[in-house]
């Protein structure tokens, strides 16, 4: 079995155009590993979308946010910190995954 991840709708354009190159979660996310290929699935239907590979996966204090995560993110500061309290709220620890489209 593939080991998947799940973005939403969304944020898949980004994905698949390359413009988006992290992705942050919850502390789950560090069951990803470096070198780790992804089956990525879109989170309203689980269809399959595309292929990412993790490059890196580092521990992140929310208020260490910054610009440098928005933009990898595809989007404002302001922006990620809203989405990011709207799925974990009050969520202090957070790990954020580095990735390349493979296809």
């Given at each position: 079995m593939s080991q998947t991840i799940r973005f939403y709708d969304d944020l898949i354009p980004?994905?698949?155009?390359?413009?988006?190159?992290?992705?942050?979660?919850s502390q789950a996310g560090r069951q990803y590993q470096p070198g780790m290929r992804l089956e990525v699935?879109?989170?309203?239907?689980?269809?399959?979308?595309?292929?990412?590979?993790?490059?890196?996966?580092k521990s992140l204090r929310y208020q260490e946010l910054n610009d440098s995560h928005a933009?990898?993110?595809?989007?404002?500061?302001?922006?990620?910190?809203?989405?990011?309290?709207?799925?974990?709220?009050?969520?202090e620890h957070l790990s954020v995954i580095s990735f390349k489209l493979i296809q």
């Open positions: 980004a994905v698949l155009s390359g413009a988006k190159t992290i992705t942050i979660r699935l879109r989170h309203s239907d689980g269809e399959r979308v595309a292929e990412i590979e993790v490059m890196s996966v933009v990898q993110e595809y989007m404002t500061l302001s922006e990620l910190r809203e989405l990011i309290q709207k799925i974990y709220p009050d969520i």
